[in-house]
Nanobody, 126 residues
């Protein structure tokens, strides 16, 4: 059974950095899309970043471009989200997701993903 487990969330001040990790276990088929989403209470889950594993290209929401970087360590079955210059509006529960397919036009759509982690809280506050 596939499991995704996030870690690395926490409380930071504006301008600081965090790195989220997501370890994937139990998979027997390659995932072609590895992504991060976030959600705040009362709002829909929002796509933050996606890594196309076939070509290594990263996709980002406009709100995080230039500040966040997605990556992975294939040998460790782990994906990362490096978050720099954090802002209070980045506060959310962050989820990793894995999909057996990849669609560049709507990587941000939650229904494209087959497995999800349980989420990790990121709070940016002075």
């Amino acid at each position: 059974q596939v499991q995704l487990v996030e870690s690395g969330g926490g409380l930071v001040q504006p301008g600081e950095s965090l790195r989220l990790s997501c370890t994937i276990s139990g998979g027997f088929r390659p995932f072609y899309a590895l992504s991060w989403f976030r959600q705040v209470p009362g709002k829909e889950r929002e796509g933050v970043s996606c890594l196309s594993t076939s070509d290594g290209n990263g996709y980002y929401a406009d709100s995080v471009k230039g500040r966040f970087t997605i990556s992975r360590d294939s040998a460790k079955n782990t994906m990362f989200l490096q978050m720099n210059s954090l802002k209070p509006e980045d506060t959310a529960v962050y989820y990793c997701a894995a999909g057996w397919g990849f669609w560049s036009t709507d990587w941000w759509s939650t229904n494209k993903y087959d497995f999800w982690g349980q989420g990790t809280q990121v709070t940016v506050s002075a």
